[in-house]
């Protein structure tokens, strides 16, 4: 059971240090993208066999709203994985040619264009949540806190960087080409890619902790006005 633990903690590093990558186009070039697509897609179908349980639970016991928004990122999360996939396959002129084609070019450009960005803001939002889960394990303190306030500060500045990039406009095809800035350091840009999904996973925290606040409040209420009913 340990050994899958630590074998799951892997794959989320892997895929997050593959999406960073991905999202580097500039960087990695038509050839090195590809591959590193066909080695997410391999570590997304593993991440998906380990945490099978998941799939199993979705239809069973009660939801609240924290549960709700879990539940409903990592479906999306995966749906966006999926088509990126798929119409990143019918592009391929490298690493699976034999399978690509079967979309029009220009279709599966702005399909994948589209959804590699979803996928980009999902995944923060997918890391955000488990680390709402982590944080509630350490005790408040100073230390706590002032990583708090360093969050919120890359945080404000990765939201500066995504909408300066113009990616809104890529999630939702108003654009069908992006611009890569082929000049700019390979490591500018991944950690200006790391800084805007920190943003991402620092509101997907926040927003865990009210769900959870507001869902341990409606229990305490729940009980209560059961304790009522039975004392009436």
Do not use: C
């Not at 100073?142 to 960087?161: C, P, R």
Request: net charge positive.
């Amino acid at each position: 059971m340990k050994n899958k633990h630590i074998f799951m903690r892997v794959t989320d590093i892997l895929m997050t240090a593959l999406l960073m990558l991905l999202m580097a186009f500039q960087v990695t070039g038509q050839f090195v993208h590809e591959w590193l697509g066909i080695a997410m897609t391999v570590i997304v179908t593993v991440h998906q066999i380990l945490n099978r349980k998941f799939y199993t639970s979705v239809f069973g016991g009660r939801y609240n709203a924290l549960r709700f928004f879990t539940t409903s990122v990592n479906i999306l999360l995966l749906l966006s994985f999926a088509v990126s996939a798929v119409s990143g396959i019918s592009m391929s002129s490298h690493a699976v040619v034999f399978l690509s084609g079967f979309l029009k070019t220009t279709t599966a450009r702005r399909i994948h264009l589209t959804m590699s960005y979803w996928s980009f803001v999902l995944m923060g939002i997918h890391i955000g949540i488990h680390l709402s889960i982590i944080a509630s394990k350490f005790p408040k303190g100073k230390f706590k806190t002032a990583v708090a306030a360093v969050m919120l500060l890359l945080s404000g500045y990765g939201l500066i960087l995504f909408f300066k990039a113009g990616i809104p406009s890529y999630m939702f095809m108003h654009v069908q080409f992006v611009f890569f800035d082929y000049e700019k350091p390979t490591v500018s840009v991944l950690i200006e890619n790391l800084i805007m999904l920190i943003s991402w996973a620092f509101a997907a925290y926040l927003i865990s902790l009210l769900l959870k606040r507001a869902g341990k409040k409606k229990t305490a209420q729940r009980r209560q006005e059961e304790s009522v009913k039975r004392f009436l």
